[in-house]
């Protein structure tokens, strides 16, 4: 829980049952982490702030000029200070995939890097897949094949299947890959799941999500 | 996370000067830096960024290696034809750590930097000798299920996480370094990590302000490379027991054999009586017994990972049986 109450944007009831929701997850989802470590805010710090830092992002095909605290995660800098809120903090350590987004078309998770550290990169969230009203494919694919039932982790799901389509068809291997020499490894079912490890789903949506991601690879590009 | 400030390094020269000044600390994919920086595990001031240093290539050496640099993505590194050619081990290695999206973000070198997964070293609330020198471990006779069979000390028993440095520690790789004068030097693998004893803070060899520019691969050996990772979960999850194998058998007769595992110790574990006792042997149970005697000679449980014990032998006749085709 954020108990300094460094970001004023939120109301402290919504930030509480929010709490509890990712600690409750982030706690289902991995045994390495204790509850209390897991707790601790992004800008826990009584010091005086640091000076600020000024970065362009390219985000969805638009320039955005930014002055951040150093702190300030790519993660944070969308949803707290563009109100880009597709992307989800759930763990907000690298182990949920909730906020996964591509930059320069490489799925990362944005909870996990700085927002200075990108100046000058493209940025793609969940909000720059659809063309207008026409969903992406895996978008559409996600809702055909019920890829979900909260919903909370699927922007990342569908944005790391973004860059897990990209990085099959580049011929990059998994582990699952049984002949690493063969570049083009063919996305059954175990690739996919291999693939989308990064992505935890506490719904367990898992054979839709194989499905529809199944579904959108077979789509031409 | 503790405030910083932040600043680009324009050259390795600059990066280590930064990075000798108390509070300096380099980051480069920083996916697990950050992860400890939000846990105040890591409080470093001022934070020296250098993922726009040209230290991306993976280049043929000479000799027929080949030399990664520092910056390169784990991601890259595995998907390198070069690398699934002619070291699969490393590629599979890489392959079995971490998600796309942190080897997408990860380094060569800060992988070989990062830090153990021990709970106790994540929980600022609890004792740690390696994060807080002195304070006892947690670890000892608390939930250690995670933790080394070998190497031990009384301060730490904490593992390196890595599977990278597993694979590169079979593979013989040699780090490549620079200091602030500009001076580089050559790091064998087997020297680069340390054995926890009685600094467990101090994790490599590195001196302050070394900066690691690159890791160097001579020429494969000959044989079959095999990364074997055993784990709680299919997929992204840490190694209980790992092994990097490179075996050369023909016809159920071992020539020569690499071993090196991952999760057992405070660095890549490889034990040169156990790879001797494979050479010039028959593949077979007893053999690899002898071996597996060798590689588990004074290994120690602390309740927890009691397991690991068994899991090490069992995982090791596994590997061998399927490396040495009759």
């Known amino acids: ?221 | 996370m503790r405030a910083f400030t932040y600043q680009r390094a324009d050259s390795t020269a600059h990066a280590a000067a930064a990075a000798v000044k108390p509070g300096g600390k380099i980051i480069a994919g920083g996916t697990n830096l950050l992860d400890l920086m939000k846990l105040q595990v890591e409080t470093p001031s001022n934070l020296i960024d250098i993922n726009r240093l040209p230290l991306d290539k993976i280049e043929e050496t000479p000799d027929g290696g080949l030399r990664i640099g520092t910056l390169v993505r784990n991601s890259d590194l595995a998907a390198d034809p070069r690398v699934r050619q002619r070291y699969g081990v490393l590629s599979r290695a890489l392959l079995a750590g971490a998600s796309a999206q942190l080897r997408n973000k990860a380094t060569t070198g800060g992988n070989l930097l990062q830090r153990t997964r021990c709970y106790y070293f994540y929980d600022v609330t609890k004792p740690c000798n390696k994060r807080n020198p002195g304070s006892g471990c947690a670890a000892l006779a608390g939930f250690n299920r995670i933790h080394a069979i070998l190497g031990t000390s009384n301060q730490c028993i904490a593992t390196h996480p890595s599977d990278m440095a597993v694979a590169m520690r079979a593979l013989d790789a040699k780090v490549e370094t620079v200091n602030r004068q500009g001076e580089t030097k050559v790091i064998p693998i087997a020297e680069f990590h340390r054995l926890p004893s009685r600094t467990p803070e101090i994790e490599t060899s590195l001196k302050p302000g070394e900066i690691i520019t690159a890791v160097t691969l001579p020429p494969p050996p000959p044989g079959v490379q095999v990364y074997r990772k055993v784990r709680d979960r299919a997929s992204y999850a840490f190694a209980l027991v790992s092994v990097a194998a490179i075996v050369d058998s023909t016809r159920g007769r071992i020539r020569s054999a690499r071993l090196a595992f991952g999760g057992l110790a405070h660095k890549p574990w490889r034990v040169a009586q156990a790879e001797q006792k494979l050479a010039n042997a028959p593949a077979n149970t007893a053999t690899f017994n002898t071996a597996a005697d060798a590689v588990l000679e004074g290994a120690r449980g602390f309740g927890g990972n009691d397991f690991k014990i068994p899991l090490t032998r069992r995982t090791l006749h596994s590997v061998l049986a399927e490396i040495t085709p009759t």
């Open chain 1, 1 to 221: 829980m954020d108990e300094h109450g460094s970001n004023t944007e939120f109301n402290p009831i919504e930030v509480t049952r929010r709490t509890v929701v990712e600690t409750g997850a982030a706690a289902l989802l991995l045994t390495a982490l204790p509850r209390a470590a897991l707790a601790a805010g992004p800008l826990d710090d009584t010091g005086p702030p640091p000076p600020p830092a000024t970065v362009e992002l390219q985000i969805n095909g638009r320039s955005h000029l930014l002055t951040l605290d150093p702190r300030t995660t790519l993660l944070d800098a969308l949803r707290e200070h563009l109100a880009l809120t597709g992307s989800k903090k759930g763990c907000d350590h690298g182990q949920c995939g909730a906020c996964t987004v591509l930059i320069e078309g490489r799925r990362i998770n944005s909870c996990l890097t700085l927002a200075v550290m990108h100046d000058g990169q493209s940025v793609t969230t969940i909000e720059g897949l659809a063309e207008g009203e026409n969903l992406h494919p895996l978008q559409a694919a996600f809702v055909e094949h019920d890829g979900f039932q909260c919903g909370y982790c699927t922007s990342g799901q569908i944005c790391s299947a973004v860059g897990m389509l990209a990085e099959s068809r580049q011929g990059m291997p998994s582990y699952v890959t049984e002949v690493l020499a063969h570049p083009a490894a063919e996305l059954t079912d175990a690739e996919i799941r291999e693939r989308m490890s990064g992505n935890i789903c506490r719904c367990a949506a898992y054979p839709n999500i194989v499905a529809a991601i199944k579904q959108a690879a077979e789509m031409p590009t």
